[in-house]
């Protein structure tokens, strides 16, 4: 890990501490009287509110966890070099697209 | 030696990466180091037993061994305070390679250091005035909370990144770059910066602080780290890592 | 275990690793079933009526603890990284474990 993926995995950190915080409160919220669908997307569709909320974590887990678990890999696999840097890139992209589904998916 | 000398059983690594422990039986004396069984098995039993040590008063760093799977300092480390139910277990340093025996090749250890641009860079010559560093300025306290290293190597063998990622500089190597960082006289602060900052510098660093832990010198490489994790971001931050 | 692995923030370090790890596996998979809410709500509610499944809640309360145990650890490793040294790493991260073992908890409580 060099200094711009020390910096792009501590900054991702840092705005997903306090998202991290809501998202935990609402599920304890949330899940008291059981979850279901209609809730959810009530709360959700159409709210610019929770579409940037969602989608500002979206981004910032992906690039958080790519980063973190090619560390990871580093570390406790074989793999080096361009092996880590193509896998992580790819496991972001991964995150990204199908994050971006959901968040779509219960926000328009 | 009197009839109720009581006798320890000391493993001791033979051999180089290959090769197996040995037991010895050693009188086991009130006030004894483990230095001192590794010099009397070497004297008494078995001379060609290949160890290092210099100042036995824990100032040269050259006797760090794996002392019942820790590392430390083996002069300045009482038996009676590590053996166990009468037994040692005596191994070279960890991360290493192993020259023979007891030990280990510091080769690695010592080229990080000057990856690192863990030494310093002079600024000025002898005929001008020596500088002037107030001793209570903040950058000359943070040096002097990092310089007591000995170069034991003992932080390096207890960090997990070290053995898990080959590239990393080391606890060591990264806490003498730092006193170098706080050194206002030292003119190759933007080297070591990008030194440093590239594959395998601090910023692999976990935060174990398994190093400060174990440090002989009761140093805090993970504090050293996270304040070159500190200006290594800003500068980044404001270009001048380029 | 090796002697400079047993002590508490080694044991931080390797639990702050892990739930990493296990959340990185569980956000695809999220996300997926977020994204049923595209196709219909109701393919949405049939899975979220199969969560109700006392396991699955188990399962969930462990998710709680390792994104908890996550954000505080990771809360840790910022102050560390960026203020001054401070001494109470230890306590801290072990106070973190405990409050994210009471969240989880509480989460079991709430869907009881
Ligand atoms: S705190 Fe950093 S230097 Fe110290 S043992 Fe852990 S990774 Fe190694
Ligand atoms: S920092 Fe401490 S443990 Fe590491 S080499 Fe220096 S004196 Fe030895
Ligand atoms: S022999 Fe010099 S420090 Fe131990």
């Known amino acids: ?108 | 030696m009197s009839q109720s000398q009581q006798h320890l059983t000391v493993s001791v690594w033979r051999g180089k990466s290959e090769g197996a422990f040995q037991d010895y039986q050693v009188p086991h004396l009130e006030n004894q180091t483990v230095l001192d069984i590794v010099t009397w098995i070497q004297r008494y039993l078995d001379p060609t037993l290949s160890y290092r040590f210099a100042c036995r008063v824990g100032m040269c760093g050259s006797c760090a061994m794996t002392v019942n799977g820790t590392p430390r300092w083996t002069c300045r480390t009482h038996v009676s305070k590590v053996a166990r139910d009468g037994r040692l277990k005596i191994g070279p340093l960890s991360n290493l390679p192993v020259i023979k025996d007891l030990a280990a090749d510091m080769t690695a250890f010592f080229e990080k250091w000057q990856r690192a641009e863990a030494r310093f860079t002079p600024t000025k010559t002898r005929l001008d005035p020596i500088e002037q560093i107030p001793p209570s300025s903040p950058a000359r306290l943070a040096a002097s909370a990092a310089i007591e290293c000995i170069n034991c190597g003992v932080c390096y063998a207890a960090c997990d990144t070290v053995r898990w990622n080959a590239d990393y500089l080391g606890p060591a190597a990264l806490n003498r770059a730092w006193t170098l960082v706080n050194d206002v006289r030292d003119g190759g602060q933007d080297v070591r910066l990008r030194a440093i900052s590239a594959n395998g510098g601090c910023h692999n660093c976990h935060s174990h602080q398994s190093c400060q832990v174990l440090c002989p010198q009761n140093l805090n490489p993970t504090a050293s780290i996270a304040g070159l994790k500190r200006l290594t971001a800003a500068a980044f931050i404001r270009g001048g890592l380029k | 275990m090796q002697a400079h692995r047993r002590q508490t923030l080694w044991l931080a370090a390797l639990i702050h690793r892990l739930s990493g790890l296990l959340l990185a596996i569980f956000l695809p998979i999220h996300f997926l079933v977020l994204g049923l809410a595209i196709e219909s709500e109701a393919k949405l509610e049939n899975f979220l009526r199969w969560t109700e499944n006392p396991l699955v809640k188990f399962a969930e309360m462990g998710l709680v603890f390792l994104l908890t145990v996550h954000l505080l650890g990771g809360a840790r490793l910022l102050v560390l990284e960026n203020f001054p040294w401070r001494v109470w790493q230890k306590l801290f991260a072990t106070i973190a474990v405990g409050i994210s073992a009471l969240i989880a908890f509480g989460f079991l409580f709430r869907v009881m």
């Not at chain 1, 501490?17 to 809730?39: C, R, T």
């Not at chain 1, 973190?68 to 992580?88: H, K, M, N, Q, S």
């Open chain 1, 1 to 108: 890990m060099d200094v711009r993926l020390y910096l792009a995995q501590r900054i991702s950190a840092a705005v997903m501490l306090p998202l991290v915080i809501l998202h935990i409160l609402i599920i304890l919220y949330a899940v008291s009287d059981g979850l279901n669908a209609v809730e959810i997307l009530e709360r959700t569709r159409g709210s610019l509110f929770w579409g940037v909320f969602y989608g500002l974590f979206v981004v910032s887990a992906a690039i958080h966890a790519a980063i973190g678990v090619r560390a990871i890999a580093r570390e406790w696999t074989p793999a080096t070099g361009r092996t880590l840097d193509y896998g992580a890139v790819l496991f972001g992209l991964l995150l990204l697209v199908l994050g971006a589904r959901a968040v779509s998916a219960v926000v328009l």
